[in-house]
């Protein structure tokens, strides 16, 4: 549909207006995702991106009415599986240019944070995906087979922009249920993406960080969870010059205070309580490695007799500050919700290869980013769930025009016919076009029928 000239001149869809805005075209080519022969990588790259919205996924949409004027299968599927592509510079480019869109129009004093946080994608029923691991779900508390994808994000409080991501599998060869192909050029952005997968999950939010620094992303602070907020990961950050403000748990780890070693639980026994306020306390402390913290203790909202403690390394904010900006991590967790049960994250496509896996969920990231800008760029109220389904009633209009013209074109013909045998065929096309129309737009046409 946005792959045909004809349309994207004419009916100058919304995606159209945004991928010319925004230079999507530009920055793949940028990004050596260029096709030697066939249709280029920009119309491969539009059909994958509006797939999402057409309520089809790619087999039914080679089965409709358009997939004559679709390009074959293998074509989808050779872009899918490029191991040369490099989708993390595309990512990089097009992220950058989001949240510089997003900076013109925040003050300078605004916080703007990165958010560092992982969610498994599940595939319990493969058995031969490259690279496909033993993971343990967080949130359910058990293994599943599949991979965990690691994600950078930034935001400034009302939006949240994905720029980088990695694709874990385990870094213990026990949990590997299958590792990665042989033969593979050792030069490449593929090659490169699977040797990523062997990480600790530690080390992969260093290279994260450190790359989108590289790239000319800023951010005042680290959102992290309890999972990664360790002391070592700390003493990493801290040496790049990045505060970090995230959730501790009591676990083992001491603080010293006064020249004693005190569990979390120790220390705010030490506080005077303020029970008319939400937080209910805050210390100066240190790591058992000896790295200052500020830790701030909070109600839980959930089970009020609890507390939750925030850490952060910057022991200048203050703890209305440290719960503030904390609280701007729940936007990943959007983030994740949003991706998986509208953008079809890790479903829509499940490939054994594991470059189908990076070029599908970069697209579907790319996808979050358009949303995101448009949704800003128009000052709306909507929520992403509301601006997705208006993008896909967009789409099933320019479809519904499709559809009036080819019935157009069948009543001429039928105009047109003189003998019996021209008839016959024209209303044997009718019936045959009744037949593949999609459900709504039969909806529509409930007394439709044609009898020979």
């Keep these: 549909m946005l792959h045909q000239k004809s349309l994207s001149e004419k009916a100058k869809s919304r995606f159209s207006i945004l991928f010319s805005t ?38 039914r949409l080679l089965e409709s009415e358009r997939g004559t004027s679709l390009p074959g299968k293998d074509v989808i599927y050779r872009f899918l599986n490029q191991g040369t592509f490099a989708w993390r510079k595309f990512l990089h480019s097009f992220a950058l240019k989001i949240i510089q869109h997003f900076e013109s129009l925040i003050a300078s004093s605004r916080s703007r944070v990165f958010i560092i946080d992982d969610s498994v994608l599940n ?15 967080h949130t359910t508390g058990r293994f599943t087979k599949g991979f965990t994808m690691l994600t950078l994000g930034w935001s400034d409080g009302f939006s949240f922009a994905p720029i980088d991501f990695v694709m874990l599998s385990s870094a213990k060869l026990v ?50 969870d309890s999972w990664f907020t360790q002391a070592p990961l700390l003493r990493q950050l801290g040496a790049m010059g990045l505060p970090v403000i995230g959730m501790i748990k009591e676990m083992k780890q001491r603080y010293r205070l006064n020249g004693k070693l005190m569990t979390l639980k120790e220390l705010y026994a030490t506080l005077p309580k303020n029970k008319s306020n939400e937080i209910l306390g805050s210390v100066i402390a240190e790591t058992s490695c000896g790295l200052p913290v500020k830790l701030v203790f909070v109600q839980n909202r959930n089970k009020r007799r609890e507390w939750l403690a925030i850490l952060s390394t910057d022991l200048t904010v203050i703890a209305d500050e440290v719960v503030r900006v904390y609280g701007m991590r729940w936007s990943i967790e959007t983030f994740f919700k949003f991706t998986k049960s509208y953008l079809k994250l890790g479903t829509e496509f499940q490939g054994r290869s594991f470059d189908m896996l990076i070029c599908h969920t970069t697209v579907v990231f790319s996808r979050y980013l358009v949303m995101e800008f448009e949704r800003r760029q128009e000052n709306d109220a909507k929520s992403l769930g509301g601006l997705f389904f208006l993008f896909a009633d967009e789409v099933r209009d320019l479809d ?28 044997c096309q009718l019936r045959e076009w009744i037949v593949g129309l999609p459900c709504y737009i039969k909806g529509l ?4 029928s044609c009898e020979s």
């Design 400 to 427: 519904y025009q499709t559809a009036l013209q080819q019935l157009m074109t069948l009543f001429l013909q039928m105009a047109g016919a003189k003998t019996k045998q021209e008839k016959s065929n024209v209303f």
């Design 175 to 224: 949990n590997r249920i299958c590792e990665m192909k042989e033969n593979l050029y050792k030069r490449s952005h593929g090659y490169k993406r699977r040797l990523e997968a062997l990480n600790r999950k530690p080390d992969a939010v260093v290279d994260l960080l450190q790359r989108a620094l590289s790239t000319g992303f800023t951010a005042d602070f680290v959102l992290m």
């Design 22 to 59: 925004l230079q999507i075209g530009q920055l793949l080519r940028k990004a050596g995702i260029i096709k030697s022969f066939g249709p280029s990588s920009f119309a491969v790259f539009q059909i994958l991106f509006s797939l999402v919205f057409e309520g089809r996924n790619w087999f």
């Design 123 to 137: 595939r319990n029923r493969s058995k031969k995906a490259e690279l496909l691991a033993r993971v343990f779900d």
């Design 445 to 448: 046409f409930i007394d439709l």
